[in-house]
């Protein structure tokens, strides 16, 4: 077996067409579950919507919901750019993402704060897959010299990583007004708010309510 050094070397000297045709294979592939996760979440965004309470978290999923439309014209583009046909791949981990949603979705109150927070939970963990997709797809471009396609990729990755900021602040904003219900409640014995650890760095903690 070859070492993974020499293998590399001899991949960027252009002598390994078998690892090239390979990870071109492997990116089509992604690319194709990438599309279908990106479309089943524009629908599953308009349902989130619809069912969240607040009027901050149904916005932030509208908004996300039109952001993802681009992004699904995006990937076209990129279907288009390395001359294959547009097509998914069913993905069984974006329908269990999904399905996770629409189970908080059935086992809140409607009109509860609860509900809120477990759709973010649930926006997030898509995100979060969202973010590993594209995060690897964009690798896999770079090292195929896609170029263009990796310009496109690294706009829909920073926007990924952008909602997934949002939600982490929509998830803080929750903790607080929590926080400050309990100081008016019994005064002096909570603090007027909490700060998750880690949250002003742009690296999110695991889940979205820092716990
Ligand atoms: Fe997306």
């Excluded at 592939?29 to 978290?57: F, H, I, P």
């Excluded at 999923?61 to 294959?84: A, D, K, P």
């Excluded at 990924?160 to 309990?182: H, W, Y």
């Excluded at 700060?195 to 309510?209: A, E, Q, R, Y």
Aim: aromatic letters at 6%; glycine letters at 6%; zero cysteines.
């Amino acid at each position: 077996m070859a070492a993974l050094a020499d293998r590399i070397a001899s991949f960027f000297s252009g002598n390994d067409s078998n690892t090239d045709e390979g990870l071109r294979d492997l990116f089509i592939s992604e690319l194709k579950s990438v599309y279908y996760a990106e479309k089943r979440a524009v629908d599953a965004l308009g349902d989130q919507a619809e069912a969240s309470t607040t009027n901050e978290v149904g916005s932030a999923f509208i908004n996300h919901q039109n952001e993802s439309r681009v992004q699904v014209e995006r990937l076209e583009e990129i279907f288009r750019i390395i001359g294959i046909k547009v097509a998914t791949h069913t993905s069984d981990t974006i329908d269990g993402l999904i399905s996770d949603a629409k189970r908080v979705i059935s086992e809140t109150e409607p009109g509860s704060l609860t509900r809120d927070a477990g759709l973010i939970i649930a926006a997030q963990k898509i995100e979060h897959y969202e973010i590993a997709a594209y995060g690897s797809l964009l690798t896999l471009a770079k090292t195929l010299d896609f170029s263009q396609s990796a310009e496109l990729l690294a706009k829909t990755l920073e926007e990924e990583k952008e909602e997934d900021r949002k939600l982490t602040i929509l998830a803080e904003s929750f903790v607080n007004n929590r926080s400050k219900e309990e100081e008016e409640k019994h005064p002096g014995s909570h603090h007027a708010s909490r700060h998750i650890p880690g949250s002003d760095s742009n690296v999110t903690l695991g889940g979205p309510l820092g716990i």
